[in-house]
Each structure stands twice: as structure tokens, then as C-alpha cells.
């Protein structure tokens, strides 16, 4: 899903020092969200993280991502809001007792199109960068550890989860479970859902012990054996995409004063 450390990148996104990357995906999020409309975080996804991913050679892993995890998502929020937005007049039909109404269906498109350029942003992070590389990056800034392996952890959890969930069907097809088809794919749901919590637990116990014998938390600064390479350019860059987050914060703060 991402590039292996050691490996040569495959694209100059890919070499893009983690840091960079990292505000990257944070400056789009916030600037996303600064403006309650639906046209601007659109805009955003549209102009700058397809672009980039296509840059990066990742647009149909990151396509596949998106639709999988956001389109659930936006079908909740789309359900919550249309049917029960509080304080909304304008019924768009009637189900029964249930009524969509006009506002919530609108704050339901623009809560989901915020969060498609916030997973998008994050999502790019996930393909184009090694969590390891980014663990190191942050150690030499003198971050915290726990801020650290807490960023680390979030990017690592999607890949982590769906190679155990993989793993898990496969090992029930060995034993003769039927999973083809739509009714096939929702049996399989209720055991494989034991294991693989059971298994996330299994493994955050592991990870705390290994962490703790290789000094975890240590006030020791730690050295990195890979030097993630740097560069004035971005240094500069995220400094300008800080810039940006700032300013469309305070529009929104301006803009809700006013």
C-alpha cells in the first residue's frame, strides 16, 4: 500500500520528505472545513488531491479507498441528517413517519464532502509514505513518542485490519465456508468479526510489550538509522500550507463574528 523502506519510491511524492506530506493532508482538512459550503471542499478535492494522486501513480488505490470506506460513511450521514436535521421545515418526501427534509439533506452533502477531502488527504499520506518513515521524522523533531506512535498507529490501522480480515476469510474458505454472493459475503460477516477484534486486542498487547523492551517512552532522544532527506523547497512549503490553514481559520472566525 505504501513504499517499502529501502525501496526506490516510485514517484516524487513518494520522496517527499513525511512531514510534508503530513501538513499536507492536515492543511487540506482544515481548509475543507473552514468554509460551510458544498462547491469549496469539492473544489479542493477536485484541484488538488485527484491531481495528486495522480502525480503519485496512486489515483486507483486511493479511488478504491475512498469508495470504500467514505461511500458508507456518506450514506449514514446523508440518513441521520436528511431524516432527522433538527430545526428543518422544507420536506423533501415522506416515508411513513419519516420525512426528508431540504436543510438536512444540504448539511448532510457538505459534513460529506468535508470528510472525502479529509479522508482523501490522509488517504494520500497512507499510500505514499512508509509509517515507519514518518515515525522517524517525527522522533527527530523531538515530538512526543506518544503523539508519534498515536499517528503511526491511525495509518497503519486500515492496512492492518484488512490483510487479519483477508487472512481470516481465507482461513474459513480452507475450512469449507461458502463466502461467494452477496448472502455469502453477509454470513461470513458475524465469524469474522470475533476473530478479528479478538485479534486487534492480541495485537495491541504484543505491540505494548515490544514497545516497552525496546525502551518506548524513554527520555533518551533516540537515533534513527534512516535519514529521511529534506530540502529548503519544503521546509518553505510547509510553512506556506501552515500560512494557509491559519488564514482560512480565521475567515471562518471573521466570518461567524460578523
Known amino acids: 500500500m505504501h513504499e517499502t523502506m529501502g525501496t526506490v519510491p516510485s514517484s516524487r511524492i513518494h520522496r517527499l520528505n513525511p512531514l510534508t506530506k503530513l501538513t499536507f493532508a492536515v492543511t487540506t482538512t482544515i481548509c475543507a472545513f473552514a468554509v460551510v459550503d458544498y462547491w469549496w471542499p469539492l473544489l479542493i478535492f477536485c484541484v488538488v488531491l485527484v491531481p495528486v494522486s495522480i502525480a503519485a501513480g496512486v489515483l486507483r488505490r486511493f ?7 467514505w461511500i458508507p460513511v456518506a450514506v449514514a450521514v446523508f440518513l441521520i441528517q436528511g431524516f432527522f436535521f433538527p430545526e428543518a421545515h422544507h420536506v423533501i418526501a415522506d ?4 420525512q426528508l427534509k431540504a436543510e438536512g439533506v444540504e448539511f448532510a452533502v457538505q459534513t460529506a464532502l468535508h470528510i472525502a477531502v479529509m479522508m482523501g488527504g490522509f488517504f494520500l499520506l497512507l499510500l505514499t509514505t512508509h509509517p515507519g518513515s514518518l515515525m522517524s521524522t517525527m522522533s527527530e523533531r523531538g515530538i512526543s513518542p506518544s503523539i508519534v506512535y498515536i499517528v503511526a498507529a491511525a495509518l497503519q490501522i486500515v492496512p492492518t485490519l484488512n490483510r487479519r480480515a483477508t487472512s481470516i476469510l481465507h482461513a474459513q474458505q480452507a475450512r469449507g465456508q461458502r463466502i461467494k454472493g452477496l ?3 453477509v454470513r461470513a460477516l458475524v465469524p469474522l468479526i470475533g476473530p478479528l477484534v479478538l485479534g486487534a486486542f492480541t495485537d495491541v498487547s504484543e505491540r505494548a510489550a515490544a514497545m516497552e523492551t525496546r525502551g518506548f517512552g524513554a527520555t533518551g532522544r533516540p537515533t ?3 535519514a529521511m532527506a529534506d530540502s529548503t523547497a519544503q521546509r518553505l512549503s510547509r510553512a506556506v500550507m501552515m500560512l494557509c490553514a491559519a488564514g482560512a481559520v480565521t475567515v471562518n472566525v471573521w ?4
Open 255 to 258: 466570518g461567524v463574528v460578523r
Open 95 to 98: 416515508f411513513g413517519p419519516l
Open 63 to 69: 479511488s478504491l479507498m475512498l469508495m470504500a470506506l
Open 183 to 185: 448472502y455469502g459475503r
Open 224 to 226: 534513527s538509522l534512516v
